[in-house]
């Protein structure tokens, strides 16, 4: 968020992002969600402004405090609904929206074979936070729907996991996959999940290993940083 540019917002305004916020720090979804309303109709924001001023803004901090250890995954569960609220007004809007800056888009799944989706959901509404477009292909995800959904939405990342040591070597097949199919160059591949290390992800040749959530925000934004760079 621009501070220059935020502050120098009518004073009124300026207290409804903050308190858009704190209540989305808080998980209260209505009221996220009446005052991203508000800002639509009274205040005449557009959704890129209120996306960048009040939801993304909020989302950082709450990625930072998750980080370091002061929320936990219920907490951060709960802010990412009230931002799924906003989002549902947002939406719609954003398709023919011009002052958008999106970071990118993904494709998150967890591989072939498992079943848990928990850690994964929540980065995907984390990442949705940051300003990504995320499509969340769910659980037991098998290499060919993980190569066409990042053909179909000609997509920046792909993100999986794996919760089970049985499972994890999946994800090096999806990765050769990649190579075979001269995809694996503009393709970043993040990989998490309990069990998978960093040592893990180095050796079956991903991009990045992300402990949690928040980390996982971080290095897509970072990478897109770098793809920005040296397009």
């Not at 903050?18 to 209505?30: A, F, N, P, V």
């Not at 591989?111 to 990442?127: A, E, F, P």
Request: charged content about 25%; aromatic content about 6%; glycine content about 10%.
């Amino acid at each position: 968020m621009d501070s220059d540019t935020f502050d120098n917002l009518p004073e009124a305004l300026q207290e409804l992002y903050i308190k858009m916020q704190d209540d989305l720090y808080d998980g209260m979804r209505e009221e996220v969600v009446e005052a991203t309303n508000e800002a639509l109709q009274e205040w005449g924001q557009t959704p890129g402004e209120i996306l960048q001023r009040g939801l993304v803004a909020g989302m950082d901090i709450v990625g930072v405090d998750f980080r370091d250890g002061i929320l936990f995954v219920p907490e951060v569960l709960l802010a990412a609904k009230a931002m799924k609220g906003a989002m549902e007004l947002l939406r719609p809007l954003l398709t023919d929206a011009k002052d958008v800056q999106r970071q990118g888009t993904v494709i998150i799944g967890t591989v072939k074979g498992d079943i848990h989706d928990i850690g994964k959901n929540l980065v995907g509404m984390m990442l949705e936070g940051a300003g990504f477009e995320v499509i969340n292909l769910g659980i037991n995800v098998d290499a060919d729907q993980f190569l066409a959904a990042l053909r179909e939405y000609n997509a920046d990342i792909l993100g999986m996991s794996a919760l089970l040591t049985t499972t994890m070597p999946y994800m090096r097949t999806v990765i050769q996959r990649l190579g075979e199919e001269g995809m694996r160059q503009e393709t970043i591949v993040l990989v998490g999940g309990a069990p998978l290390t960093e040592a893990f992800a180095e050796d079956i040749g991903a991009d990045r290993y992300c402990e949690d959530a928040a980390v996982a925000v971080e290095a897509a934004k970072a990478f897109m940083e770098m793809k920005r760079r040296n397009s």
